[in-house]
């Protein structure tokens, strides 16, 4: 099964920063890699699809990059309404396989 | 407008069985594969069963493998997971998806507990 290594877990930041979360594959998955958030109490909501494809509806502060083993997820200014968790998924092959999430608070 | 809605879920005994259903609606159910994803409480993510479209191809996690079935009823525009010899660790809150690749749509979740 391919492992992905979520980092960090917890990110704290303020108002208009940009932060960026990581996923790790354990192996080559190419560009199948996708990103979603969770608010509290919600289902994930897809943002980032094949690595750097943003679904839509999403707002264009959310960015994704990468490919073969390391990904990342950018907001390019923090909105209040981002708080939530993040999680990326694989879907290069099955099993399909979650990161263990990124919880995004407001300093 | 795309929805997913689950149900079945509650309170049952360890080594008992329960199946929930997702029924679908605003898209032709019939042209996607479909997900179960659970997520026990205050934990991540974890993908449990996939059907394809026309139920050709189906895959399990190892932690459910020979104890859970997929299915699907295309006519009924419905989704079901067959639950048996349940477990404590079972517990948590299953999600439908649609999609082998993006998981695009998500229902809200059903809720299955495994207690004595």
């Known amino acids: 099964d391919i492992q992905m290594t979520q980092s960090p877990s917890f990110l704290s930041a303020s108002v208009g920063d940009r932060v960026t979360i990581n996923c790790k594959a354990s192996q080559n998955i190419n560009r199948y890699l996708n990103w979603y958030q969770q608010k509290l109490g919600e289902a994930p909501k897809l943002l980032i699809y094949?690595?750097?494809s943003l679904q839509t509806g999403i707002p264009s502060r959310f960015s994704g990059s990468g490919s073969g083993t390391d990904f990342t997820l950018t907001i390019s200014s923090l909105q209040p309404e981002d708080v939530a968790t993040y999680f990326c998924l694989q879907h290069n092959s099955w099993p399909r396989t979650f990161g263990a999430g990124t919880k995004l608070e407001l300093k | 407008e795309v929805q997913l809605v689950e149900s079945g879920g509650g309170l049952v005994q360890p080594g008992r069985s329960l199946k929930l259903s997702c029924v679908a609606s605003?898209?032709?159910?019939?042209?996607?594969?479909m997900n179960w994803i659970r997520q026990a409480p205050g934990k991540g993510l974890e993908w449990v069963a996939y059907i394809s479209s026309g139920s050709s191809y189906i895959y399990y996690a190892e932690t459910v493998k020979g104890r859970f079935t997929i299915s699907r009823d295309n006519a009924k525009n419905t989704l079901y997971l067959q639950m048996t010899s349940l477990r404590s660790e079972d517990t948590a809150l299953y999600y439908c998806a649609r999609g082998g690749q993006r998981f695009d749509y998500w229902g809200q979740g059903v809720m299955v507990t495994v207690s004595s």
């Open positions: 605003g898209f032709t159910f019939s042209n996607y594969g």
């Open positions: 094949n690595a750097n």
